[in-house]
């Protein structure tokens, strides 16, 4: 029997009448005949909550603890969720990451899916159940619970569907699919019909929030066919899938704008071999993750170190460069919170010349200055001002998306 895995958003079991609209929708998949996997988020704001609960009892919450707190919010949602289904006769069961036994590494609060164990999900689907599995959380090899990190409901879902075999991955979120560019801001942005794995992991990684990365990337990874759409209306949403040819035709699929980061700055470092290990072992000890790099070595034999790291970890990161900067004899940091990084992402800038300069042009012309710039084959990104952000968005959505078909 054809099995698909279904995810829903905070948003789409934010209430209780919304809880059991999912379910009319999961019935009526069922009653074509098909196993269904559902994975939920939990209800809209109840992470945050939770979040700030341990906030307020420590800045730097213990995250085994702070794991077991949030994974919480899923309980509440599968139980809801399993519920609803049965009211409307449909068998169902909810298990939680440690009962499926989704297991993990122990990098808490950003933990990474190394196996799942299929065994209670295939049993119960013989049975004629809806399985119902709480997202983003896990277990790692001692029994703790762990959680995957924001938008790991995504990265569930999509292993799920990668480890049974599932024929597709539906990701129902408040939205109708991937925009060229968020509508909030440019309100001429176009949904995509598709867009190849690549992209939407460059994406991912610029701002979008459609999706998390680590989705993404285990659908590539296990050619898992995904399907963005919105859980409040039926409409097709956009499928993420292998690259085509066609698809260099089209130069950028998108233009992302994220201003969760932090840029960091070490102040006049002595500029000698292992300073960059020196600096950065400690951050990757952590678990943080570092985006952005620029050196900027003066004539004295010494050097400016800038980084980025996202704005949830830079108080983290800045007490350990505060214990590092000493031993590195450097001068002093400096944090700057008000940067937004905005980029361009396009599989056509593999054989099109001349992006970056465009780009370059387009913000020039609207005086954005530039603080620092980072490439990949079909990606081009730079650190800018954050008032400036929406104003760049529009001018190189215009400048590159405008004028183009519908992808």
Same mark, same amino acid.
């Given at each position: 029997?054809?099995?698909?895995?279904?995810?829903?958003?905070?948003?789409?079991?934010?209430?209780?009448?919304?809880?059991?609209?999912?379910?009319?929708?999961?019935?009526?998949?069922?009653?074509?005949?098909?196993?269904?996997?559902?994975?939920?988020?939990?209800?809209? $704001?109840?992470?945050?909550?939770?979040? !700030? +609960? =341990?906030?307020?009892?420590?800045?730097?919450?213990? %995250?085994?603890?702070? *794991? &077991?707190?949030?994974?919480?919010?899923?309980?509440?949602?599968?139980?809801?969720?399993?519920?609803?289904?049965?009211?409307?006769?449909?068998?169902?069961?909810?298990?939680?990451?440690?009962?499926?036994?989704?297991?993990?590494?122990?990098?808490?609060?950003?933990?990474?899916?190394?196996?799942?164990?299929?065994?209670?999900?295939?049993?119960?689907?013989?049975?004629?159940?809806?399985?119902?599995?709480?997202?983003?959380?896990?277990?790692?090899?001692?029994?703790?619970?762990?959680?995957?990190?924001?938008? $790991?409901?995504?990265?569930?879902?999509? !292993? +799920? =569907?990668?480890?049974?075999?599932?024929?597709?991955? %539906?990701?129902?979120? *408040? &939205?109708?699919?991937?925009?060229?560019?968020?509508?909030?801001?440019?309100?001429?942005?176009?949904?995509?019909?598709?867009?190849?794995?690549?992209?939407?992991?460059?994406?991912?990684s610029t701002g979008a929030k459609v999706l998390e990365i680590r989705s993404v990337e285990f659908a590539k990874k296990f050619?898992?066919?995904?399907?963005?759409?919105?859980?409040?209306?039926?409409?097709?949403?956009?499928?993420?899938?292998?690259?085509?040819?066609?698809?260099?035709?089209?130069?950028?699929?998108?233009?992302?704008?994220?201003?969760?980061?932090?840029?960091?700055?070490?102040?006049?470092?002595?500029?000698?071999?292992?300073?960059?290990?020196?600096?950065?072992?400690?951050?990757?000890?952590?678990?943080?993750?570092?985006?952005?790099?620029?050196?900027?070595?003066?004539?004295?034999?010494?050097?400016?170190?800038?980084?980025?790291?996202?704005?949830?970890?830079?108080?983290?990161?800045?007490?350990?460069?505060?214990?590092?900067?000493?031993?590195?004899?450097?001068?002093?940091?400096?944090?700057?919170?008000?940067?937004?990084?905005?980029?361009?992402?396009?599989?056509?800038?593999?054989?099109?010349?001349?992006?970056?300069?465009?780009?370059?042009?387009?913000?020039?012309?609207?005086?954005?200055?530039?603080?620092?710039?980072?490439?990949?084959?079909?990606?081009?990104?730079?650190?800018?001002?954050?008032?400036?952000?929406?104003?760049?968005?529009?001018?190189?959505?215009?400048?590159?998306?405008?004028?183009?078909?519908?992808?």
């Amino acid at each position: 029997m054809a099995l698909l895995v279904q995810k829903y958003g905070g948003t789409s079991v934010g209430t209780i009448e919304r809880i059991k609209h999912v379910a009319q929708k999961v019935h009526s998949v069922k009653q074509t005949g098909k196993d269904v996997v559902v994975v939920v988020s939990a209800m809209a $704001g109840e992470t945050n909550r939770l979040g !700030a +609960l =341990a906030q307020e009892i420590a800045e730097f919450p213990d %995250e085994r603890e702070r *794991d &077991v707190l949030l994974a919480s919010g899923e309980q509440v949602s599968v139980a809801l969720l399993s519920l609803a289904l049965k009211e409307l006769g449909q068998p169902a069961r909810s298990f939680l990451g440690h009962q499926v036994r989704i297991e993990t590494d122990s990098a808490y609060g950003k933990a990474r899916i190394r196996n799942i164990d299929s065994t209670k999900i295939n049993q119960s689907l013989k049975n004629g159940e809806v399985v119902v599995v709480a997202g983003f959380q896990g277990v790692d090899e001692d029994e703790n619970i762990t959680t995957l990190g924001r938008g $790991g409901s995504d990265t569930s879902a999509v !292993a +799920l =569907a990668a480890f049974l075999n599932a024929e597709a991955c %539906e990701i129902y979120t *408040d &939205v109708e699919g991937v925009f060229t560019t968020d509508p909030a801001i440019c309100s001429d942005a176009k949904k995509l019909a598709r867009i190849a794995y690549d992209e939407m992991i460059e994406l991912a990684s610029t701002g979008a929030k459609v999706l998390e990365i680590r989705s993404v990337e285990f659908a590539k990874k296990f050619s898992v066919p995904v399907h963005v759409r919105s859980s409040f209306v039926d409409v097709e949403g956009t499928w993420l899938v292998k690259e085509d040819e066609s698809m260099n035709d089209v130069l950028v699929s998108g233009v992302a704008c994220d201003k969760n980061e932090v840029k960091i700055t070490l102040v006049r470092v002595p500029d000698r071999p292992g300073l960059a290990a020196q600096i950065f072992g400690p951050i990757a000890d952590a678990h943080i993750v570092v985006d952005m790099i620029i050196q900027n070595a003066s004539e004295d034999g010494t050097t400016d170190l800038t980084f980025t790291v996202p704005k949830a970890d830079h108080k983290k990161a800045v007490a350990i460069m505060e214990k590092t900067h000493a031993a590195v004899n450097a001068q002093g940091i400096k944090v700057d919170p008000d940067i937004a990084k905005i980029s361009v992402v396009g599989v056509g800038m593999r054989t099109h010349a001349g992006v970056a300069a465009k780009m370059f042009e387009v913000l020039a012309r609207e005086g954005i200055n530039i603080e620092m710039i980072s490439t990949s084959e079909i990606k081009i990104s730079v650190v800018i001002g954050a008032k400036y952000s929406e104003l760049a968005v529009r001018a190189l959505h215009e400048a590159f998306v405008g004028k183009q078909e519908n992808p």
